[in-house]
């Protein structure tokens, strides 16, 4: 049955359509793809670029940083999905569009072109450990903790540091495990040796490197160096172990008195001098009068000597360091003292830490028969005037000449270990002694009396 006219004419008309799309469909550029109604303009890529250009334009003019604009381009000039080039030879018109997009594509790539043609900023980097520590090269030594306490062994560790330095080690590996040294220093800490000087001729034994030849970390055996100063020690404490303190102890000499000039501060040594073991921080048993004094008791000052130093320097606070057990007779002497004296008086018997940084930070200090003071002196940065009877003998790194900016006093009486008539050998002789000595006996000399 015939159709109707009109729906032939209709089923014709969509026929020749469908003929029309197909033929369209097959000629169409794989390219052409219709978006956000630019018609048959291939013009997302492009839009995104000419969206990006003007972005990295107006970083680069507002910011006058070339990289901002070139790290924006740079990621979209390199990629396999987007190609200036390419994309803008498909416009059809060659509008100003296509211009813009070459324009800036040629600008971006000059600015890369230059940046990479001018010369690179050096940037040196710092090797270090996995535990921050720093990176040496050169032979290493190890210092391991001595015998003694904290006193004692700062001198094995400042001699060890100075016995390196002049052998041409480069780095010295603290190993300490005492606890009273993992108070004050970071026991495992990385010390480079570059940063110091050390003038003048200095002899340094070699028998311990022959008998650890060939081994990778040398370790001290206590060696001194002949000829080795005072300044020399303090060289190294201050250029080098310093580098070792833990955080609190180097929090606590940054604090300063208001009234430093006009402080002293004096160390007396407790504990085993009057009757404890070194091991017994404190005891309720009394001071044995009768007993034999311990023989380094002659070597102390006297109280009255400390009422010279007081007097002729007119000092008006003194802050006395001492052990916890609180027996040395001194501290109740300058107690009852202090009116007539005209000062005042603080005892401090705290930690170790905070003790042994209040003889670090002193800018007068009076030192007693002790390595823990004398020791502390050399590492002391702001000591102006050190008085002393004597040196600790083997232990103290101290000496007459000292270092530029301390002023050293000495003070001599007829008492010693050997010799001190008309006090017998007992804790009441040398008690009697301490406490009312006339100190008209005492002498006063600038430096050394030698």
């Keep these: 049955m015939p159709l109707p006219a009109d729906r032939a004419t209709s089923r014709a008309t969509s026929s ?14 794989a390219h052409d793809i219709r978006c ?16 990006i250009a003007i972005l990295a334009l107006s970083a680069y003019v507002i910011s006058d940083r070339a990289g901002d604009a070139l790290t924006i381009l740079d990621m979209y000039l390199k990629s396999d999905v987007l190609n200036v080039d390419a994309a803008s030879s498909t416009l059809e018109n060659g509008g100003a569009l296509q211009e813009f997009v070459k324009t800036e594509a040629s600008t971006t790539r000059s600015l890369r072109a230059a940046a990479s043609s001018s010369s690179p900023v050096a940037v ?11 990176v040496v090269d050169g032979p290493a030594m190890q210092v391991t903790d001595g015998s003694g306490r904290l006193g004692n062994n700062l001198a094995f560790i400042l001699r060890g540091l100075l016995f390196a330095k002049l052998t041409n080690h480069a780095v010295v590996n603290l190993k300490l495990d ?17 940063s110091s000087k050390v003038e003048g001729s200095r002899f340094c034994p070699e028998k311990s490197d022959k008998r650890q030849l060939g081994r990778p970390v040398y370790n001290f055996q206590g060696e001194r160096c002949k000829g080795a100063k005072a300044q020399d020690y303090r060289t190294m404490a201050l250029e080098h172990l310093q580098q070792a303190f833990l955080p609190e102890f180097r929090h606590c000499l940054l604090q300063r008195s208001e009234e430093s000039e006009k402080e002293l501060t004096i160390h007396l040594r407790g504990q085993d001098l009057w009757g404890l073991a070194e091991h017994e921080l404190t005891s309720d048993k009394p001071i044995p009068m009768e007993a034999n004094a311990h023989h380094w008791l002659w070597h102390q000052p006297p109280c009255t000597m400390y009422r010279k130093i007081i007097v002729e320097e007119g000092f008006t606070k003194v802050l006395v360091v001492t052990s916890p057990d609180l027996r040395h007779v001194c501290i109740e002497w300058l107690k009852s003292n202090a009116v007539n004296l005209g000062i005042e ?13 209040a003889l670090t930070r002193a800018s007068n200090l009076v030192l007693s028969f002790s390595t823990l003071g004398d020791n502390a002196a050399v590492l002391n940065q702001r000591l102006k005037k050190l ?12 000496d007459c000449d000292l270092w530029p900016g301390t002023t050293l006093y000495q003070y001599n009486m007829p008492i010693n270990e050997g010799s001190h008539q ?3 050998n007992t804790y009441r002789d040398v008690i009697q002694w301490f406490t009312g000595y006339d100190e008209k006996q005492i002498s006063k000399h600038m430096g050394c009396n030698r």
């Design 16 to 29: 020749t359509r469908s003929k029309r799309r197909q033929r369209r469909s097959e000629t169409k550029p």
């Design 36 to 51: 956000f109604g630019c018609g048959r303009v291939p013009c997302c890529g492009l839009l995104v670029v000419a969206v």
């Design 124 to 134: 040196t980097e710092v090797p270090v450990t996995s535990t921050g520590s720093p």
């Design 178 to 194: 005492t606890k009273s040294l993992r108070e004050i220093f970071d026991g495992k800490a990385v010390l480079p040796l570059g």
């Design 345 to 357: 008086v603080i005892v401090q018997a705290h930690s170790l830490r905070e003790d042994f940084c």
């Design 387 to 398: 008085f002393f009877r004597e040196f600790a003998q083997t232990h103290s790194l101290l």
């Design 422 to 424: 008309p006090y017998g």
